[in-house]
């Protein structure tokens, strides 16, 4: 449920109290009212309450799961339920239906996705996980080349024709490692991150793939940011204005946040 719903008069937002509709000149009270959502008519106003559009719920609740989009669909992969690990992936299409593919092969959390071309990438997790699955736009999955290193808490991006997965480690290294699959899943391992590093976080800018902060196997935090263009060429751009892990990062216009 939304807290109020709000209509424009003279530029100026309003919150709706009460809600009504011009029938045959005269106002109705509005009973019921729907937004249309991918093509769904959602409801949106009931008896005097507003609400977002909502969706089904994920099959299975779960923490420490992944998510990416390939072709018409969102993907939300693997996670932690309140006891162990979930393979389970559900998909939601352009009208928020939810499905249920193929699992993922192995069942894992603090795993990371990403997109190339026709196929979304889960790749690594808890365990530690060296496995990648790919989902394709019809939601089919294979398995390509496993990742050089097995690792959770590891990044992804995508730049160019190249999907990366970057730093991440287990309960006692943590690597440099940075794996690149192209459009046919084929893998290559470019140069290494400057700093061996765990809980970073990636995005992409223009024609170049951000991978900022992160964690040392002690504990201690880095404001290193790597940047690799689209040939997999890496450069060390400023660093963050303050050492951090578990952070987050996306793009806007022309900046990477």
Not at 151 to 177: C, E, M, Q
């Amino acid at each position: 449920m939304s807290k109020g719903a709000y209509i424009g008069v003279d530029g100026v937002a309003r919150k709706i109290k009460k809600g009504y509709i011009g029938v045959d000149g005269i106002a109705r009270k509005i009973k019921k009212a729907y937004i249309g959502i991918g093509g769904v008519a959602r409801p949106c106003f009931s008896s005097g309450a507003e609400y977002y559009g909502t969706i089904t719920p994920l099959s299975v609740a779960r923490s420490s799961l992944s998510a990416t989009t390939v072709g018409d669909y969102a993907l939300f992969g693997g996670g932690e339920p309140s006891k162990g690990a979930s393979s389970t992936v559900d998909a939601y299409d352009k009208s928020l239906t939810r499905t249920t593919p193929t699992e993922l092969s192995v069942a894992r959390y603090r795993l990371s996705a990403t997109t190339i071309g026709d196929y979304a990438l889960f790749g690594g997790g808890s365990g530690a996980s060296s496995t990648v699955d790919a989902y394709d736009t019809s939601l089919t999955r294979t398995i390509p080349t496993e990742l050089s290193v097995a690792r959770y808490w590891l990044s992804a991006t995508t730049i160019g024709d190249y999907a990366l997965f970057g730093g991440g480690g287990t309960l006692s290294i943590v690597y440099t490692t940075v794996d690149a699959y192209n459009k046919s899943l084929t893998r290559t391992i470019p140069t290494e991150l400057s700093v061996a590093r765990q809980l970073l976080s990636a995005t992409t800018i223009g024609d170049y793939a951000l991978f900022g902060g992160g964690e040392t196997s002690e504990g201690g935090d880095y404001s290193t940011v790597d940047a690799y263009d689209t040939s997999l060429t890496r450069t060390t751009p400023t660093e963050l204005s303050v050492a951090r892990s578990s952070l987050s990062a996306t793009t806007v216009g022309d900046y990477a946040l």
